[in-house]
């Protein structure tokens, strides 16, 4: 009987000791599972795998956090063992819900192959791809994946940094959509061109050939009418005006005058010739000339500018507009204003069919690093102030 007893009674002891350390282990895989120590539970066909971080990793760690790119640690199979709070962000989970989760299930179906082939491709000179990371509201995050094999004693990792790429993207398509825009001006310019030459020139000449052939004949038959003197001061008149259209045309294209050193004499010869074609006088303030501006900027400026003059002439109703050069508080200012009819600017810009030449002229002088800014009401008139890329000073 006593042996009995110690025996009920070694087995009771036992059992007690299994119980505590199940609620140990319970324990600590629960504190794991909750982020709560720098470990990770896999589990696997042959049971539960810890995996842990040694104390040595910590500075590396606390480097990897704090950084701006999205940094994952996978184990082998692409299950997320480690994420810094840059990843979680993008993905807008909290970072201990994303440990145990497979990398691909933040990935749009169509691409899960494709990682999951980069995934076993990855090697120590790394690999990169773009994906789309799905975040918790359902907009996908566009990132640029780098791959990079680790490895540890026996065990293999793979390091994913994801590097936000939206804001690039955005840029490319901004450009891609002004190489577009700049492609239908450059053909509306060839067009305007095209037609001055065949419509106009053309024409003109060819009344000049069939003019002077004509005479010719008469020469030969010796027979000058009496209209001779008439008809040649014709020619002569329109040879003039085949002259003017060839030489306006030139300086539409490339005006001499800003080959000159700075804008002010630009703007002050580009008021001459406006008040000479449309009659639209324009009050030049010229308080800068802005002569450390390179010529391309010169020239971006000075065709943006005649473009909104004649918008003037097309649209204010008005004989007269103001051009103002000036630096305030170390900007570079240009404004053109009117005083004419006005339109509700808000409405217009948003239309891009409306607004066609203003939103051109605004996409091609932001890609020189200039800003315009627009403002007008109906019956108060239009003023536009362009910000000219000058460096800021104090004075």
Known sequence: MPKRNESSQQVQDDSAELRNRLEETEETLRAIRQYMVDAFVVTRENGIQVVTLSEADFPYRMMVESMNEGAVTLIADGTVFYCNPRFAEMVQQEPQKLIGVRFSGLLPVEQRDAFLVMLREAGRDGLRSEYCL??????????????????????????????????????????????????????????????????????????????????GDLFEKDQVPASFYAELDQIQHWLSEAVAITRNLSIDLNPVVLHGEGLAEAMSWLSFRVKEQYGLHIDLEAKESFNELEYHVRMLLFQSIRELLFNVVKHAGVSEATVTLERVNGRGLIIVSDAGRGFDAETIMKSPTRAHGLLIIQDRLSLLGCQMDLTSKAGEGTRVVIELPLERSSS
């Open 134 to 215: 799905q975040a918790a509201n359902g907009t996908c995050v566009q990132v640029q994946l780098s791959f990079y094999l680790l490895r540890a004693d026996d065990e293999n990792g793979i390091a994913v940094i994801a590097t936000d790429i939206t804001e690039r993207m955005q840029a490319e398509e901004k450009i891609r959509t002004l190489a577009s825009k700049l492609t239908i001006v450059e053909q509306e310019e060839r067009h305007r061109i095209s037609q001055v030459l065949h419509d106009d020139l053309q024409q003109r000449l060819f009344a000049l050939k069939a003019q002077s052939s004509f005479l």
